[in-house]
């Protein structure tokens, strides 16, 4: 690495210097569900900088052009750089009231019977999970990565509302553009090409998080529909292949249309990641 990037990276901008500049209200002005999801989307380049109206515009030029240049560099663009975030995060929910946050996030309140703290405990796709201001640790003892940490903080943080039973594909959501491609190029398209024509194959490496639906949208040959956290429900659509007619296998992930109220895109798309990267695992540990 040459000295020019090492120095950029070592000053760059992080999603928390972004925040502290915010007025930390989550008016939800951006198009962000909050400030630190407005900051993380803004520091990646997934949303102008300007997005924010509380920001002083003048200082912002010359921030501007420091994220310019460290993009331009390619600093900041992967979620590798978000350690800082994990660490944030928690500082952060240390000062929030877990108790009274707890129901409207569907989440169980109880206190930590070794340190009396209060956690919540909620249902994450398949498995259970305590989330305290220190750590989500999962009750099936399984390892939860750091990504995993941030998208469940964020969860707790950001709030949650109930869904509203409307579903709508990514590209109804607001500034999403950038985020079609990769819902498609991540996870669509791949299980697709993984599921090219049968669907109980499908049915069966979504069992453990979807509950297949019998009216289907859009005439797909098959529906589920699972919940990554108790106010983010999520509905996968599958076509089969028509070989006659030359038309692919297709996949279509729709989300309930109130969702960017609850998650930020980010996140959303990291669930989707999530739960396509579980599909696909189960089905070749079948396969083997």
């Known amino acids: 690495m040459d000295e020019r990037k090492r120095r950029m990276i070592q000053n760059r901008i992080t999603p928390i210097d972004l925040f502290k500049l915010t007025p930390k209200t989550n008016c939800g002005q951006c198009g962000q569900p909050t ?37 331009e560099a390619g600093i900041g663009r992967k979620r590798e750089g978000f350690e800082k975030t994990l660490e944030f995060l928690r500082a952060e ?29 909620l249902p994450y796709l398949d498995d259970v999970v305590h989330i305290s201001p220190s750590d989500v640790v999962s009750l099936s003892d399984r390892e939860i990565n750091p ?39 991540h996870c669509e398209e791949p299980l697709a090409k993984a599921f090219p024509s049968d669907r109980y194959a499908l049915a069966r490496a979504a069992s453990p998080w979807f509950v297949e639906l019998e009216a289907d949208d859009g005439g797909a040959d098959w529906a589920g529909q699972c919940r990554v956290l108790p106010k983010v429900p999520l509905r996968l659509l599958w076509w089969a292949e028509d070989p006659q007619d030359g038309f692919p296998a297709r996949v279509k992930f729709l989300f309930d249309e109130r969702v960017l109220e609850t998650l930020d895109l980010e996140s959303l798309l990291f669930a989707c990641e999530q739960v396509t990267e579980r599909i696909m695992k189960r089905h070749s540990q079948g396969r083997s």
């Open 35 to 71: 400030c630190l999801a407005y900051a993380t989307q803004a520091v990646v380049g997934e949303i102008p900088l300007g997005s924010c109206p509380h920001l002083d515009s003048q200082g912002l030029e010359g921030l501007q052009s420091r994220l310019d240049r460290q993009l």
């Open 147 to 185: 990504w995993e940490k941030i998208f469940l903080f964020n969860y707790v943080i950001g709030g949650a509302v109930e869904p509203s039973g409307i579903w709508v594909g990514m590209e109804s959501l607001p500034n999403s553009i950038s985020k079609i491609k990769s819902l498609r190029s």
């Open 93 to 121: 929910l240390a000062g929030w009231d877990l108790e009274a946050l707890g129901p409207h996030l569907g989440a169980e309140v109880e206190r930590d019977p070794h340190t009396g703290r209060v956690r919540l405990t």
